[in-house]
């Protein structure tokens, strides 16, 4: 048996009434996983100002949501996999 990490994300932006969402990459380990998720929330708030925008991070999950009513939520979910 071997676990996985895969972190996906998904959005909505209520002014265009747009949700969208995909899966950004999968890992060996959650330490990746964490790295690449408070890569991409850090990336995403770089479009705003930092008085247009509230991050928060937990443990695996990160949600980035803006005055506009802008939300992205970043999520790790791990799987395992059976290994013949």
Known sequence: MKELFVLAWHSYA???DVSEGGVIGIYTTLEEAQ???KD????????YDDEDTSVSTE????????INNYFIKYY???KSILLS
């Not at 991409?40 to 479009?47: K, L, M, Q, R, T």
């Not at 443990?59 to 803006?66: I, P, Q, R, S, V």
């Open 14 to 16: 209520e002014i265009e």
């Open 35 to 37: 790295q690449a998720m």
């Open 40 to 47: 991409n929330v850090e990336e995403s708030a770089s479009y």
């Open 59 to 66: 443990d695996t999950e990160a949600t980035l949501t803006t």
């Open 76 to 78: 790790i979910d791990s």
